[in-house]
């Protein structure tokens, strides 16, 4: 059995190994997507100080609307009074299915951006080739529903790439603790590349694990979704006309979504932006575990009445909910501060060291093997 998992690891990571690296290494550089953006869009992506209270919510959206008036909102990531990173608002042009971005001053109710699509700044760039490696929607290849999404499906299959290199290199080297800090840096290249891609590969391999597991996850969900969306060939839904009713007032929803959870937090309200769907309400109920994320709970209202709907109170689930709303913080590596970040984006490199020494160790076995017929 090993000899095998030898042989698959070593041939599957020489065939992987581009894209690979290339998802590891924008993974690494988007942990400090927030700090990045605060140096390369400073006029954009963050806010002066200030002791001024946030507009109301309907205030804000009224504005919106009058300095956008060819687009419809599609949802809205607001941050608390004092954060220092504008309001990020989605919005859909009229006429399209196509979403777009713009920076919102809460204090002011000014755009400080024009819509832009999702990868326009370089932090969205690179979200967009971690993502699908910018290989979704190609023109000029045949258009079916998978080579429209081909970019997600490359990046599912590496997504269990990765959790097959973790666990067989662990399977192959299982008794790893035993020569974990062990380099022999006194012996022929050979050897110090193996025990160089032996201890990278275990130090990395917690994080590489969780990472693969997560996003093997979001991938597939995501393609799951569109399947079932899209998947006979049902196109999205063009923006024609307004999909909720100006007279619902979005203070009062965001009010009711602190009564009906305790200590709610809300982080993020995505308007109807198809037919039938309801304003909701996502946010953070109150916790100790840093591993939930702040969109694990949600209330739903009515899109043309603002009736109260129903409410997903994250608190209220098992083990199985919460696990699942602790990937999105386990895969971004934002639940343990600065030094955490570090750790992630660290280990983002490790792939490229795993790469050099794999590749050469694969050269030289294969050589041997060469030899030896």
Known sequence: MRKSLHKWHGWLGIIFMIPFLLICLTGSILVFKKELDSVLLPEVATLAPSDAPRLPFDTLKNRVNEQLPDYEIGSWE???????????????????????????NPYTGELQSQPTEPSHYFTDWLVELHYTLLLNDIEWLEFNFATEHLGLLIGLTLGLFLLFMGVSGLIMYRRFWARFFTLRWNQRMLVVFSDLHKMAGTFASPVLLVLGITGVYYNGLIFYEEWTEHGGGQAHHIMTERLYSDQVNIDELVADSRERIEDFKPTYLLFPFEPELPFTVFGRAPTANPLLSNYGSVSNYDAFSGDYLSTYNLNEQGVGMKTLDAFRRLHFGTWGGLAVKIWYSFVGVLPLLLAITGTYIWWQRRNKRARKR
Not at 78 to 104: N, Q
Request: proline share 4%.
């Open 78 to 104: 607001i941050f608390p009074a004092g954060h220092d990173e504008a309001d990020r608002v989605f919005v859909i042009k009229e006429g399209t299915d196509i979403w777009h971005k713009v920076h919102l």
